[in-house]
């Protein structure tokens, strides 16, 4: 994995600007810390950060090629999983290669294709070709959004880069948000709109979109689509269809030239990957190293809940010991935790997930001092139904995001200069929008047109925010962290399941689970599906109240001009039971919310960002 910037102005020549692209580029060391590159024109600058995965003298970057005189140069943010198909099928019609690096492939498919390649790419990606016959840049980013690319447009620039912070290096971009920011922050938040970068005038390229940036202009188009269509498997051939592609999706992501482990939480998605990866490194004599992550004390004030049923120890010890893994437990310490919440802010350049946040970055960090590339079990629970509003009435059928259900509470935080803004009106809006782009069948039962929208809002929505924060988490600390159930192939398979197989036996993910059977121990399989890990120690909270209250305490904090003084302090007092239902998803209660107000005020004094 690496990190990549640009800028590209047709009507200028920046060949001489080479220190703008050099500090953007530095912005993204810690994405690629093994090497760096620059290429240079009259119109068009790339720079890129390495992280050596695959091929370290052969896929060396920018990369050029050159065909019929002309030149083609890239730099590329990802991984692909079908690269030697795709290489042998460009053999075939007469390239050559110099080296046996995906990059080559991607670049070479390019010259081949032209726009056309995303659509035979399977990986994870975010990058950007200069064409020298066609005079134009195409950018791209991966059908699910692995992967990040930005941009910012100021006359006849076009900036570019893998995170925000690398556009904010550039001094034509300045940190401004305004009411808008706010309103997205306080409506949508952790998550953000397809497509927005929450600061004023940066955007995002939406997942599975490219842009062709030229002298004519700028177009995008979305290039990859899921299409409704009736499964008529049985149920058997079903099984079979849905093992098939998760294990050819697992062992895909199994290549490189570097150490590499997964998570193991002891949950049924984690547990299919560690046990499908433990089975293929046996057959090599290697044994496949496993991480799972604890909190100190953790067991002594676990509380079971709808969302969160048992914790995880226990049964990522007992997978670990199924499958032969040498497994390791991280312990988190709470201050640790509490500190790193300032990490996570500058890894995310947003105010995030709060604890939900800095745990992986502190976990990350510590796998990182043996492994480069892990693998984990992020999107399952969004393709297969394994969240409670895919199978509670109450929350299926909620006329909103089911994940922030309590938008309306969000307002008692906010100061009475911000009272006005449209905190519903913003959620209604991009709700229906969304809903809107759902494809259908045209006879579809009221219920099977409600779990395609369920599906389809899981699949923009929570599951991007999902990714944003196992990406910027994990390359913060030079981790490339895979997602096998983020395939594509598996998401287009899973669209169209038909819900009586995707609920099995009455039970959440009840396919997958069934197509899991003799790979997974039976406890393991109808354990009741159990989130991330988030600690329930009272420290914790302590320690986020007293930040908190830090903040309250210093007449030049930002946040205060946002918030409502009297209910944060009440929000203190109570140890976040003033706000009495979770603010995101599962995991962000009460201690959450204080965590989370105190990355935003962190943010907001980081960044130096100017409120207009």
Excluded at 32 to 50: E, I, M, Q
Excluded at 594 to 608: M, P, R, T
């Amino acid at each position: 994995m690496c990190g990549i910037a640009g800028w590209i102005d047709f009507k200028h020549d920046i060949s001489s600007k080479t220190s703008i692209i050099e500090a953007m580029t530095d912005t993204l060391k810690l994405r690629g810390p093994d090497s760096y590159g620059y290429a240079n024109t009259s119109h068009v600058l790339f720079g890129h950060r390495r992280l050596v995965v695959v091929d370290p003298s052969g896929g060396k970057q920018p990369m050029t090629k050159t065909l019929n005189g002309f030149k083609y140069t890239l730099i590329y943010n990802g991984e692909l999983y079908n690269t030697e198909d795709i290489r042998k099928e460009l053999i075939d019609k007469g390239f050559h290669f110099d080296s046996y690096s995906d990059t080559e492939v991607l670049l070479t498919s390019y010259m081949c294709w032209g726009i056309d390649c995303v659509k035979i790419l399977n990986g994870i990606f975010a990058f950007a070709v200069f064409d020298e016959k066609a005079n134009h840049v195409l950018l791209a980013r991966d059908p699910l959004g692995v992967k990040p690319l930005f941009y910012s447009t100021k006359d006849a620039s076009f900036i570019f880069g893998s995170e925000i912070k690398t556009l904010l290096a550039h001094p034509y971009i300045e940190p401004v948000i305004d009411r808008d920011s706010i309103t997205d922050i306080f409506a949508l938040g952790p998550a953000v709109k397809p497509g927005s970068g929450v600061f004023k005038g940066i955007l995002e390229i939406p997942p599975a979109h490219l842009m062709v940036v030229s002298p004519q202009g700028i177009t995008s188009h979305e290039y990859w689509k899921l299409v409704p269509g009736e499964n008529t498997e049985t149920l058997e051939q079903a099984t079979e269809h849905l093992r098939f592609l998760l294990v050819d999706a697992i062992e895909r992501q199994l290549v490189g030239d570097v150490p590499l482990c997964t998570f193991l939480s002891g949950g049924l998605d984690s547990s299919a990957i560690a046990a499908i990866a433990a089975q293929s490194y046996k057959k090599k004599n290697k044994i496949l190293t496993t991480y799972s992550l604890d909190y100190e004390d953790n067991d002594d004030y676990f509380k079971s809940s709808i969302f969160q049923p048992t914790s995880d120890k226990y049964w990522a010890e007992q997978m670990g010991k199924f499958i032969g893994s040498n497994h390791k437990t991280y312990v988190i310490n709470h201050e640790e935790l509490a500190l790193a919440l300032k990490d996570a802010v500058r890894a995310r350049d947003l105010p995030g997930m709060a604890d939900i946040d800095s745990s992986l970055f502190l976990f990350s960090r510590e796998i990182r001092k043996d492994f480069i590339i892990a693998l984990s079990g992020e999107c399952a629970d969004e393709l297969f139904g394994g969240y409670p509003w895919y199978t509670r009435p109450e929350l299926m059928n909620l006329p909103t995001f089911p994940w922030s259900n309590f938008v309306e509470n969000r307002k008692a935080i906010l100061s009475e200069d911000f009272q006005d803004l449209p905190i519903r009106d913003a959620v209604n809006e991009n709700y229906l929008k969304s809903l809107k782009e759902v494809p259908h069948l045209t006879d579809e039962t009221p219920e099977v047109h409600r779990m395609r929208e369920l599906f389809y809002l899981n699949l923009k929505w929570f599951m991007v925010n999902l990714l944003n924060r196992k990406d910027r988490m994990s390359m913060s600390n030079s981790l490339e962290v895979r997602v096998p159930f983020a395939d594509y192939r598996l998401v287009e398979y899973a669209f169209n399941l038909p819900n009586e197989f995707k609920f099995f036996e009455g039970r959440e993910k009840g396919l997958l689970r069934k197509c899991l059977r003799g790979i997974l121990p039976e406890d393991i399989i109808y354990r009741k599906k159990s989130p991330y890990p988030k600690t329930h120690n009272p420290i914790y909270t302590d320690l986020v109240c007293q930040m908190m209250q830090g903040i309250l305490d210093n007449p030049q904090s930002p946040l205060l001009n946002i918030i409502d003084k009297s209910f944060v302090k009440q929000l203190i007092a109570t140890k976040g039971a003033a706000y009495k239902n979770p603010w995101f998803g599962q995991l962000m209660t009460g201690p959450q919310l204080i965590a989370y107000l105190v990355q935003f005020n962190i943010w907001l004094e980081d960044y130096k960002i100017k409120l207009i």
